[in-house]
């Protein structure tokens, strides 16, 4: 069946920008993550959602980032106002539940001029 | 101080060899301990997943868990040259599961 799935898969924006990336979650799973991954490092946890309901949002680094994920299915990760600093790859992963195997998806890969 | 600790390597070792990949951490909250494998240019995929202090065996590959010493283990036996990947070590605590702690992965490479 069809895994995770993230787009843009590369996305080039200016500095200043807004920028929204999308995940579409295995069909039936309830939980949702989001990460972020420097090259050579491991994915940082930024949020995740149970259903529609963001669960923790601890990881966020700034209220720049933010999260919705308003029918339970389908999220957007929006970056306002994009630095250089926040280029790197987000990953979005999702689970049949929370305490389940974290499918992880391709990824989209921001470059911030 | 980082919550989880992994040497990035990188390890190059002979096709066969058995490979050890380790990780220390501090929280001692963290009771569900997880092993991912991310080939180049792809996203993480689950490898082990272990709950508290113990072994686990799946194949070729075992998981150690030392909760006293909050120090896991992952185990490569005969080793493969598609074994060749970054291994990361990924822990959370109860009542927040989903938030998984990363380590920065460790670079194998096996040589045929």
């Known amino acids: 069946g069809a895994g995770v799935s993230q787009s843009p898969r590369y996305k080039v924006t200016k500095r200043g920008q807004d920028v929204a990336l999308r995940c579409d979650p295995i069909?039936?799973?309830?939980?949702l993550y989001w990460y972020r991954q420097a090259l050579g490092q491991g994915p940082e946890f930024l949020t995740y959602?149970?259903?529609?309901?963001?669960?923790?949002k601890s990881g966020l680094p700034n209220d720049r980032f933010s999260a919705e994920r308003p029918e339970g299915s389908i999220s957007t990760l929006t970056i306002q106002r994009t630095e250089q600093r926040d280029s790197a790859m987000y990953r979005c992963?999702?689970?049949?539940?929370?305490?389940?195997?974290?499918?992880f998806g391709p990824g989209t890969r921001l470059t911030v001029l | 101080q980082k919550e989880v600790e992994q040497d990035p390597g990188p390890l190059s070792v002979p096709e066969g060899a058995i490979v050890s990949l380790n990780c220390t951490y501090s929280?001692?909250?963290?009771?569900?301990f997880m092993w991912y494998r991310q080939y180049s240019r792809k996203g993480p995929e689950l490898l082990m997943y272990?709950?508290?202090?113990g072994n686990k065996e799946d194949g070729r590959f075992t998981a150690q868990v030392d909760k006293s010493s909050k120090y896991i283990s992952l185990f490569i036996r005969d080793s493969q040259p598609s074994d060749s990947a970054t291994y990361l070590c990924?822990?959370?605590?109860?009542?927040?599961?989903?938030?998984?702690?990363f380590g920065q992965g460790t670079t194998l490479q096996v040589k045929p």
């Open positions: 272990t709950y508290s202090s």
């Open positions: 992963a999702s689970s049949l539940q929370e305490h389940n195997e974290q499918f």
């Open positions: 069909s039936g799973h309830v939980s």
């Open positions: 929280n001692s909250a963290f009771q569900y």
């Open positions: 959602f149970n259903y529609e309901a963001q669960q923790d």
């Open positions: 990924a822990m959370s605590a109860p009542g927040n599961t989903g938030k998984l702690i």
